[in-house]
């Protein structure tokens, strides 16, 4: 597998029918993040949108270039 994106192998097969369980998780794990991104900026003595670039684009980083579509990142993966 030696594609620039492994991100858009996967993506390619991808079942529309898996959108809303997708969706639903990707709310709850952003209900989670959020607030975890806020506190650990706090902890490191960082500003809080900090906390909030780290989940988001560390997370969509890692998704571009993750193999497995079964992967969760959460703020400490970013740090």
Do not use: Q
Request: aromatic share 12%; glycine share 8%.
């Amino acid at each position: 597998m030696n594609v620039p994106i492994p991100a858009l192998t996967w993506l390619r097969s991808y079942d529309k029918s898996w959108l809303r369980g997708d969706v639903i998780a990707g709310i709850t794990l952003a209900a989670y993040l959020l607030p975890a991104g806020l506190g650990d900026a706090s902890l490191a003595n960082l500003p809080p949108e900090a906390g909030l670039y780290a989940c988001l684009f560390g997370g969509l980083v890692f998704w571009l270039f993750c193999s497995s579509r079964h992967t969760v990142i959460t703020v400490t993966s970013a740090i």
